[in-house]
């Protein structure tokens, strides 16, 4: 069972950036592709961009590229989402997750792109 915690989110202005981290419990992350989702409010959860087990990306979404990178750190259980020239459009509940069957999600992160 893997449990999940988001954190890093907050209020930025446009062309701003923040820095989001998941922390995994559990003794299989390493072994795990993940993946950062986010969703709006009245919209769908979307994925945003994965990562595989060993840091290669698997993909972004085509409305972050350029501006998102996902990266991770296997020693630390812990997934990254570095995300700059934020537009508000950006704004969401940023959740991490498994790239494939994802587990029971976590409360998430906000994240709030306003002037």
């Known amino acids: 069972q893997v449990h999940l915690v988001e954190s890093g989110g907050g209020l930025v202005q446009p062309g701003g950036s923040l820095r989001l981290s998941c922390v995994a419990s559990?003794?299989?992350?390493?072994?795990?592709?993940m993946a950062w989702y986010r969703q709006a409010p009245g919209k769908e959860r979307e994925l945003v961009a994965g990562?595989?087990?060993?840091?290669?990306?698997?993909n972004y979404a085509d409305s972050v590229m350029g501006r998102f990178t996902i990266s991770r750190d296997n020693a630390k259980n812990t997934v990254y989402l570095q995300m700059n020239s934020l537009k508000p459009e950006d704004t969401a509940i940023y959740y991490c997750?498994?790239?494939?069957?994802?587990?029971?999600w976590g409360q998430g992160t906000q994240v709030t792109v306003s002037s």
């Open positions: 559990g003794s299989i992350f390493s072994i795990l592709a």
């Open positions: 990562i595989t087990p060993a840091g290669g990306i698997i």
């Open positions: 997750n498994k790239f494939r069957n994802p587990v029971s």
